[in-house]
């Protein structure tokens, strides 16, 4: 079966600052693994996704993930935060042998000025 | 091209009432996922349809709730005899292909169960 976790609910990042929002999964096939952002009474948007290849994953509005086999980890990273990045991010993780894509909890990103 | 399309974006119901959602995919989409989301809670995985299909129904309750994707017409999500554990904010989502595909989503019905 496949899972994904959000170990943290909220981060709290000063802005300019980097931030680190963490996810780390589990599957028994090779992972797809992705990234969304919500903002308040909206639908979530995609950021990024890992599917083959480079580690590293560069996405929308500076955003970047790093995928690591050993730790099953898909942190998401932003070199210099700021305010306009507070909402709340998803984690989701596709198994290559199953169907259906499944969310993390949510980590609530709040950067202040 | 417009996105994905979900109404009502609110819809009130009394307790044992039936509730009708209505999810319209992107253009050119073929695969339609539906997620319910509960305050301050993660979106839980509830049904993933192609047209005509049901691929994976593993998160639907076996009980009350069932979901379509006709050939024509937008997919449903229907709750008959609704409770107030019903009250959620159900999001659907397209992609034009399989699960390796980024998720368009819509934004959302807020279900109130009074």
């Known amino acids: 079966a496949q899972s994904v976790a959000q170990p943290e609910d909220q981060v709290n990042v000063a802005e300019g600052n980097p931030l680190t929002v963490k996810c780390t999964y589990s599957?028994?096939?090779?992972?797809?693994l992705f990234w969304y952002v919500q903002y308040p009474n909206r639908g979530l948007q995609f950021l990024l996704k890992y599917i083959t290849g480079d580690n590293l994953v560069k996405g929308s509005y500076g955003f970047e993930a790093e995928f690591n086999k050993s730790q099953t980890s898909f942190h998401l990273k932003k070199p210099s935060a700021l305010v306009s990045d507070s909402a709340l991010y998803f984690c989701a993780v596709r198994d290559s042998s199953a169907s259906k894509i499944i969310f993390g909890s949510g980590t609530r990103l709040s950067i202040r000025p | 091209n417009a996105g994905v399309m979900q109404n009502p974006r609110h819809l009130v119901r009394r307790r044992g009432q039936e509730a009708r959602l209505r999810c319209s995919p992107m253009k050119g989409h073929s695969h339609v996922y539906w997620y319910r989301q509960l305050p301050e809670e993660g979106l839980k995985f509830m049904v993933y349809l192609q047209k005509e299909n049901i691929i994976d129904e593993s998160g639907m309750p076996k009980e009350r709730f069932s979901a379509e994707f006709p050939k024509e017409g937008p997919s449903i999500l229907r709750i008959q005899q609704v409770v107030r554990g019903d009250s959620a904010a159900y999001f659907c989502?397209?992609?034009?292909?399989?699960?390796?595909?980024?998720?368009?989503f819509g934004s959302g019905t807020q279900l109130s169960v009074l």
């Open positions: 989502a397209s992609s034009p292909g399989p699960s390796g595909e980024k998720l368009f």
């Open positions: 599957v028994s096939g090779n992972p797809y």
